[in-house]
């Protein structure tokens, strides 16, 4: 069974510092998607990262997929509080199979 | 111009009742989801339809049951509602099972049950 584990799952941070935030998972995927869920709303997507090495970058997030080490980074640079929101990795095994989400990284800017 | 469209947002209801979720997109996409999310924020998928064809059934208990009248709709009922039950419902689709282009998530039910 596919597990999907991000960390951390709190973070506290002062604007304008930087972080990355991860995401692991236990089988072969090339599909990795990251969402971003403010309190009580839906989800929004961020990114698709769907073969090994792929980089996006929107703003101030950038997202990494490295398929071999089964690892993808959500990076924050400068950050400003309207990033404080619930960050999900999730991850689709295979063509077709249903779609893993990790625990949620709740991040929080100060000012 | 709501893409995944869901009714109702909030739903208060009591243990034993009977009821449903609606779901609608207007997206063109083959395939659509329902998700539940419990309190500690974790996501599970529950069904996913493709072309009305019911293509992934998790360990649900048999009171959930998904209806796909047609692709752009997907609609859940629920039997003899329990406390356990109480969640937020996402509804989701994607352009077909592939998912190259992502998943667009409704803006969820708030389910509590009393």
């Known amino acids: 069974e596919l597990k999907v584990e991000q960390n951390p799952l709190f973070l506290s941070m002062q604007e304008g510092k930087n972080y990355t935030i991860y995401c692991n998972y236990s089988t072969t995927s090339d599909r990795l998607y990251w969402y971003r869920q403010d309190p009580g709303k839906s989800l929004e997507s961020l990114f698709v990262?769907?073969?090994?090495?792929a980089v996006k970058q929107e703003g101030r997030l950038m997202a990494s997929l490295d398929t071999k080490a089964r690892l993808s980074t959500l990076h924050i640079t400068a950050a400003v509080h309207d990033l404080s929101a619930t960050y999900f990795c999730a991850v689709q095994e295979t063509s077709g199979s249903r779609l893993t989400f990790g625990e949620g990284t709740q991040l929080t800017v100060n000012p | 111009d709501t893409a995944v469209s869901q009714t109702p947002k909030y739903l208060v209801t009591q243990m034993g009742n009977d009821k449903s979720i609606k779901c609608e997109q207007n997206?063109?996409?083959?395939?659509m989801y329902w998700y539940k999310q419990d309190s500690k924020k974790f996501l599970k998928i529950m069904f996913s339809?493709?072309?009305?064809?019911?293509?992934i059934n998790e360990t649900v208990p048999n009171r959930f049951s998904p209806k796909s009248p047609d692709k752009a709709h997907l609609n859940l009922h629920i039997n003899s509602l329990e406390l356990g039950d109480s969640a937020v419902y996402f509804c989701?689709?994607?352009?077909?099972?592939?998912?190259?282009?992502?998943?667009?998530f409704g803006s969820g039910t708030r389910l509590t049950v009393v």
């Open positions: 339809y493709n072309n009305k064809e019911l293509i």
């Open positions: 997206l063109g996409h083959d395939t």
């Open positions: 989701a689709s994607s352009q077909d099972l592939a998912g190259f282009y992502g998943y667009t």
């Open positions: 990262l769907l073969s090994n090495g």
